[in-house]
């Protein structure tokens, strides 16, 4: 597994992209769980965010695409509304120790 970031550098309700190995991939923490997608929207395959580090709508509450507006479920990357509806974030697994947050590409 890949090294992404210290946990204390992605903060609860908050997201941040990054670049590992040539990959585009974005970082949510939500409840204190980390989820980790490759950033492509499954609409245009475009990258969502509009800012960097911004991939969250105003709510914080769903991952949004900056594109055409797409949303999608924290949890699960699933979009529930938009032109992708039905379609889903690619997943990246990860898991989180006292060192960091871990990728596995
Ligand atoms: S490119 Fe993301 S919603 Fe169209």
């Known amino acids: ?40 929207c499954p609409h245009r395959g475009v990258s969502l965010e509009w800012h960097p580090d911004q991939f969250l709508d105003n709510s914080q509450s769903l991952i949004q695409c900056a594109t055409h507006g797409a949303l999608f479920l924290i949890e699960d990357g699933e979009c529930i509304a938009g032109p992708c509806e039905g379609r889903s974030l690619k997943n990246i697994p990860c898991r989180e120790d006292e060192q960091g947050i871990w990728v596995s590409l």
Do not use: P
């Open 1 to 40: 597994m890949k090294l992404l970031c210290a946990g204390a550098e992605l903060i609860n309700d908050s997201s941040r992209g990054f670049e590992l190995e040539g990959e585009k991939l974005f970082a949510v923490r939500r409840g204190g769980q980390v989820y980790v997608y490759f950033n492509r």
